[in-house]
């Protein structure tokens, strides 16, 4: 059974960091591009990163250009997003999700609540 | 970037009942577009990729169209469990990859 779990959300500053991780199983890791998506507070879905499977490729929404960097251990079946200068507009839901060859999300996490706030 | 731009913004229907559900794009983009279910605390689940094929295990009643620019999702008979928001999504030209900004199926 495919299984996506993301870890490391909370409550943090304005300009403050995060790094929200995501434990894979149920297949193999190494093998699938991976990306982040959220869903701030009454808003719709918003993908927000993209890595492929050996981390040559990295692509992100230009709203977190420069301030997120997602990574991949393979190794260890994880995903990152390390979060920096965050926001008030980051404030949302994560979702890490496994992607299809076909640039779809065919797998997701219940997803990690960030809040930034001061 | 490409926009997906959805409508209704929300759909009152019955159980039974037809749903259709619409995605327009801003420009052309294939068949390259995909639809998900979204139920409040669970995660989006994907139905239908390249605009028409269900996903592995979608019931039938979940069908997929395209023409030109135009994308229908629609439910042929509405279960209780079908209410829910429903997101578009293209793959056509990416970076970034974008979504619709969602039609929430609501009970009559």
């Known amino acids: 059974e495919v299984q996506l779990v993301e870890s490391g959300g909370g409550l943090v500053q304005p300009g403050g960091s995060l790094r929200l991780s995501c434990a894979a199983s149920g297949f193999t890791f190494r093998a699938v591009p991976m990306s982040w998506v959220r869903q701030a507070p009454g808003k719709g879905l918003e993908w927000v990163a993209y890595i492929n499977q050996d981390e040559s490729q990295s692509f992100f929404v230009d709203s977190v250009k420069g301030r997120f960097t997602i990574s991949r251990d393979n190794a260890k079946d994880s995903l990152y997003l390390q979060m920096n200068s965050l926001k008030a507009d980051d404030t949302a839901v994560y979702y890490c999700a496994r992607m299809t060859l076909t640039t779809n999300f065919d797998y997701w996490g219940q997803g990690t609540l960030v809040t930034v706030s001061s | 970037e490409i926009v997906l731009t959805q409508s209704p913004a929300t759909l009152s229907l019955s159980p039974g009942e037809r749903a259709t559900l619409s995605c327009r794009a801003s420009?052309?983009?294939?068949?390259?577009l995909a639809w998900y279910q979204h139920k409040p605390g669970q995660p989006p689940r994907l139905l239908i990729y390249?605009?028409?094929n269900r996903a592995t295990g979608v019931p039938a009643r979940f069908s997929g169209s395209w023409a030109g620019r135009d994308f229908t999702l629609t439910i042929s008979s509405l279960e209780p469990e079908d209410f829910a928001i429903y997101y578009c999504q293209q793959r056509y030209n990416w970076p970034p990859i974008t979504f619709g900004q969602g039609t929430r199926l609501e009970i009559k």
């Open positions: 390249d605009a028409s």
């Open positions: 420009q052309t983009i294939g068949e390259f």
